[in-house]
């Protein structure tokens, strides 16, 4: 009796085995079969989604009573306000490079104005780096435009026929080495040691 005891002892452990393996994958199972549920959208889906998101809100605003302990309005809210933040940056900063732009041009208008209106009011002051006294002939009004524009009263006149060109017999030497006075002589070692 001792012996069929055992062997039913040792069959109850196995078959407890079985059964809470086969719990567990039919736990598996029906949770893989679930998948997302359509009412449990967060506020990333939101954010990307424009038309749940709207969708979502509209049906907030019917019935705010119950909305508010609602996941999916508040993620809606979230997301449209995030929407509305980010907009309203992009819109602010386009706004601002548009007012930088105008406020430079207005600035480089009204320095045109001022120096035109100095020109006009104030012609027989010199302007800054102008010679007070006598105007060099280099800086007067002359024809030419170009101030490098340089005339010399005439060109000088080079004759060449008068200079005698050097020889063409020349004569190249050789010169004479002694292998002497070319080598290098190495300096002696002396065999003493100190």
């Known amino acids: 009796m001792s012996v069929a005891l055992a062997h039913a002892g040792q069959r109850e452990p196995v078959a407890r085995?079985?059964?809470?393996?086969?719990?567990?994958?039919?736990?598996?199972?029906?949770?893989?079969?679930?998948?997302?549920?359509?009412?449990?959208r967060t506020f990333y889906d939101f954010k990307e989604d424009s038309v749940a998101r709207d969708g979502v809100l509209s049906r907030c605003d019917r019935a705010p009573d119950t909305s508010a302990n609602d996941l999916e309005c508040i993620a809606a809210k979230r997301a449209a306000a995030a929407v509305a933040l980010e907009q309203e940056r992009s819109r602010s900063d386009g706004l601002e490079r548009q007012s930088e732009r105008k406020l430079v041009?207005?600035?480089?208008?009204?320095a045109r104005q001022q120096q035109g209106?100095?020109?006009?009011?104030?012609?027989?002051?010199?302007?800054?780096?102008?010679?007070?006294?006598?105007?060099?002939?280099?800086?007067?009004?002359?024809?030419?435009?170009?101030?490098?524009?340089?005339?010399?009263p005439s060109r000088p006149s080079f004759e060449l026929g008068q200079i005698?060109?050097?020889?063409?017999?020349?004569?190249?030497?050789?010169?004479?080495?002694?292998?002497?006075?070319?080598?290098?002589?190495?300096?002696?070692?002396?065999?003493?040691?100190n």
């Open 17 to 40: 085995l079985i059964a809470v393996g086969a719990v567990m994958v039919l736990a598996g199972l029906v949770a893989a079969c679930q998948g997302s549920q359509p009412g449990g």
């Open 117 to 152: 209106e100095q020109a006009a009011t104030a012609p027989a002051s010199p302007a800054y780096g102008t010679p007070l006294g006598n105007v060099l002939p280099s800086m007067s009004n002359s024809a030419s435009i170009d101030p490098y524009d340089v005339h010399f």
């Open 105 to 110: 041009a207005l600035r480089d208008r009204s």
């Open 164 to 193: 005698e060109p050097p020889s063409s017999e020349v004569e190249i030497v050789q010169p004479t080495l002694k292998p002497e006075d070319v080598a290098v002589h190495p300096a002696r070692l002396s065999a003493t040691t």
